[in-house]
Nanobody, 119 residues
Framework: QVQLVESGGGLVQPGGSLTLSCAASDNMWSINIMNWYRQAPGKAREFLAAATRSGDTKYADAVKGRFTISRDNAKNTVTLQMINLTSEDTAVYYC?????????????WGQGTQVTVSS
């Protein structure tokens, strides 16, 4: 079982920046992939970014160039740096851990942190 706790959400003005953090209860070295997702009101949860144990990253086209995922295996944390935020970025942001146990991949989700972009 992996427990994830997101933090860093809040209210930010359009054009502003915010950095989200996700702390994992498990040794990050045992987690294959860490991800960030978000869900806006009335919309499906969407993938934003992923970071593998070895440091490879992947981004959704919608946030490429504006969001940066960083993973610190020693501190068991993953962060999401966000710049040039717009109202379209308003959502609840979640981190997800993908952990391979034997031949099965288990997904673990945090409780989410609200990001509101508004003037």
């Amino acid at each position: 079982q992996v427990q994830l706790v997101e933090s860093g959400g809040g209210l930010v003005q359009p054009g502003g920046s915010l950095t989200l953090s996700c702390a994992a209860s498990d040794n990050m070295w045992s987690i294959n992939i860490m991800n960030w997702y978000r869900q806006a009101p009335g919309k499906a949860r969407e993938f934003l970014a992923a970071a593998t144990r070895s440091g490879d990253t992947k981004y959704a086209d919608a946030v490429k160039g504006r969001f940066t995922i960083s993973r610190d295996n020693a501190k068991n944390t993953v962060t999401l740096q966000m710049i040039n935020l717009t109202s379209e970025d308003t959502a609840v942001y979640y981190c997800k851990a993908e952990k391979l146990v034997g031949t099965v991949v288990y997904d673990y989700w945090g409780q989410g942190t609200q990001v509101t972009v508004s003037s």
